[in-house]
């Protein structure tokens, strides 16, 4: 009897003991752990504020734009002897605390020197700007984005210098010497005389010449790679230069251009002559469209 109740005891604790640990000795797979996912990173607060100046400035005076790497420039001409500089900033950061951080440093001033207004960006895109102004500022706040948007009105004859970055640029009503230099974006210009050198690096351009005669020197746009559309209105006079340099093609719809005299035009360049003649309008692209139409009005 006591072998039997041993026996049966052993029995009885080999039936209540679990199953093996290990899936290779059970066919069952272990459990696997699941690791925590990463949350989201938090979305960025914004901010917009809008500044306005206003200079004055004589008769002949210049004014010089330095835009922001990132924003639209918008210049038109109005009736005053002032210039008004209206922007908005608008900044990125985790905290309301490094928005205030970055408002101290990314933004822009307005100086004048004699008969010459300056409008200057300013920012964590200007590296000997940081060195003097936000030597400690962290890596992370140098990488936010940020742009601002330009509204300027100056005298219709002032000289005029741009330079910007990426975003819409707009030139309305200017007759000085005006020089531009811009980077990616669409353009629209709308100018009547003067004498123009526009420099664009790429976008959809629209340049228009709303009066019949050009008051001034001449112009010159110059597209590295976009499309270029020109419109001339019924019954304009002057000489008109037109080429495609690389990839690309020219179609001229303007009834009132001939070829000029020994001159032959191409699917790539045209040299015109538009009712008597007169100022030398040139227009180039490197690849792309340029496209010459008379306009509606």
Known sequence: MPRLRSALASLLLLTLSPWPAHGAQSGRQP?????????????????????????????????????????????????????????????????????????????FLVDEDLNHVRVMTVGTHDRKYLKRAARDLPRRLREMPWKIDYRIRVPAAVDLEIYSGRGRLSLAGVEGAVRVSAGDGPADLTLSGGSVDVRLQSGTVNVRVPSRNWRGQGMSVKLASGDLTVELPAGFSGDIDAEVLRVGRLENSHPGLAPRERTRPTERALQARAGQGGAALSFTVGDGALRIVQSRQ
């Not at 960025?44 to 734009?65: A, C, F, M, P, Q």
């Not at 790497?69 to 002897?81: K, L």
């Not at 900044?91 to 605390?97: D, P, W």
């Open 31 to 107: 459990a696997q752990k699941k690791t925590a996912e990463a949350p989201p990173p938090a979305p960025l607060l914004k901010r917009t504020t809008t500044r306005r100046e206003t200079k004055r400035l004589g008769y002949g005076g210049s004014v010089t734009v330095y835009g922001a790497p990132e924003g639209s420039v918008t210049i038109e001409a109005w009736p005053r002897s002032e210039v008004e500089v209206t922007a908005d900033v608008e900044l990125s950061a985790a905290t309301e605390g490094e928005l205030a951080q970055l408002a101290a440093i990314n933004t």
